[in-house]
């Protein structure tokens, strides 16, 4: 298994580089393994991972693989303790999308860029 902490660290530079750079952050999206170990990220061995572009307005939640009662309770308290500050726990014209990874299978998040988003979006 990999170091979790050393990952997060690797996966927030290759999300700044793909900001910075379209032909790395096309690259990351056709070769997201060849990337990631190339950035000092720790690949699971006999893992597939897969680079899910997310568009504005949208959120992913991805799901673990394995630990999944966590994660649902994880979620389900975020989403009441919004309930509990107002109504709205989505906002309008936002949508929220659930993914889980498989044993085989990892989803990769490359959010959008800060960049692109107004100050009433961000």
């Known amino acids: 298994m990999a170091d979790k902490k050393q990952n997060l660290v690797k996966y927030s530079e290759v999300i700044k580089k793909c900001w910075e750079d379209e032909a790395y952050k096309k690259r990351f999206i056709e070769d997201p393994e060849g990337v990631l170990i190339e ?12 680079v899910i572009e997310q568009p504005k307005f949208v959120h992913y939640l991805v799901l673990p ?58």
């Open 39 to 50: 950035a000092g990220f720790v690949v699971d061995e006999g893992v597939t991972y897969k």
């Open 65 to 122: 693989h394995t630990g999944v009662e966590d994660a649902v309770q994880f979620i389900a308290e975020m989403f009441l303790n919004k309930v509990k500050q107002k109504d709205i726990v989505i906002p309008d014209g936002a949508e929220v999308r659930i993914i889980q990874n498989t044993d085989d299978t990892r989803f990769m998040i490359l959010p959008v860029s800060l960049k692109s988003l107004t100050q009433e979006e961000s």
